[in-house]
């Protein structure tokens, strides 16, 4: 039975079950409306007969992508070479991610297990404690400190033969740390420094820190080491410690530094971040330095003369996009908007829209061209955007998608009602109340009774909700 999906085709075989099946096609369906509800989320075709549609998202500077049609044909029974039974089907930067269900709790479908990901992935900034281990080590390794490192295989006689001498050196001689570490074999200090139990031995580990934070030409493993134990062990130095490595050269821990760095006095922030614009070289780095000076108050006049700057005179980057989005929430920057916007690819432009402010009416012909387009993502961005545009009536523009978009984007198009008439909102309501989606039908009644109570058709409302329940398919 060859059944369609919105992440691909999906053949099962004709001895399933057809609880099964309907199983499977009920937990991708959830995989497509959580990734609808989200904004972080975008689509993009791989190989439709093997891997199917991708959901990718940015996170942390890096491009993560789950295949729910691998998952699903896992719990169809098909064989599938790109991924092993009980494993999901995730994978950052291209490279696959092992993520194995947990074994002897229960039977939960793959899909399933790949829909709560697109749950919890679909925050702007996922709490981490709920992610699997695994990725969110792998998403986030400055924020582990050594923990990345420690998929290095260490017997434990191998790791006690590393121990015990240290140990002996610290009881028995004062503790030079470029003294024993210059006749250390490599191995056996990154055993050192990833296992030995520092915070038994602060001091041993301060002193180390402290020495190897002069040498930036180290490792970058070594400068993530030397933070997080300042971090723990000595919090008064740790501002000064991250100030310090601002300008080292291995770019990863300069992320670090700036993912943790926000002094409280807005002077000394602008003093070193302001002129890492010129030094800086990574882009991600460049956007996290703008992000950080946008949290203070104090600094907006001077942010925005400087992100004028960067946008009259750069070129398409994320940091001039970044800038340009910031700036056009305080002043009118349509005329760079109108280039930039028809310029980015489908998966750019939807998280784009909801981040820049617009003020002509030109935005309403340009949301009219992206309706033809077939991303809901990009959808929801046009209507997010237009609702804060004042130059034009948006109800034109919106009446398409709530005639024939989701259910979701139903719900996305209420939030917007304060922006159109009263008749414009009531001819809108009605096509709310008579959803098939029981989601929908709850979310009108509940605007109604706040802020609609006068509704002529509110009656007319209430008792199809009581006659329409087998219409109201289960989220």
Partial sequence: MLASTAFGALDFPTNLAPKQRKAVLRAISWCKELADMSDVWYNEVRDSANYGTALNREINGKTLSIYPLLAARLDAGLYTRQLSLNHLPVWLDGEKICIVSARGKGHDLHTDLVASLILLLGQEEPVIQTLPRTLSVSIYPERFGTARFNHLRV????????????????????????????????????????????????????????????????????????????????????????????????????????????????????MFLEPRFELEEDERNLVLIHEILQTYSELESSLLNRSLRLVENGEDSSLYRTALAWLSHRTDMDEWLMELLPSLEPHELGPYLHQVQTYGAWFEDFGTDCLSLPFEGIHQGVVDCSARNPSFNPFGLWLPLMENGSGNMKVIIMRHFGRLSLDEVYWMLELCWKSRWRFVVNATHRLVAKEYPDYPKRAEMEAYGYTSVNYWTRR
Avoid: K, T
Avoid at 158 to 174: K, S
Avoid at 227 to 256: G, I, K, M, T, W
């Fill in 155 to 270: 017997l434990p006689a191998e790791q006690e033969a590393v121990f015990l001498p240290f140990r002996e050196h610290l009881a028995e001689a004062e503790w030079e740390p470029w003294a024993y570490l210059f006749d250390l074999p490599e191995r056996d200090w990154n055993i050192l420094r990833d296992r030995f139990p520092w915070h038994d031995e602060q001091e041993a580990a301060l002193g180390m820190a402290y020495w190897l934070s002069e040498d930036h030409e180290r490792p970058a493993e070594d400068h993530l080491w030397v933070l997080n134990v300042v971090q723990q062990h000595a919090s008064d130095d740790f501002e000064a410690v991250l100030r310090s490595y601002l300008y080292c050269p291995h770019e990863e821990v300069r992320r670090h530094v700036l993912s943790q760095y926000r002094p409280e006095d807005s002077s000394e922030a602008w």
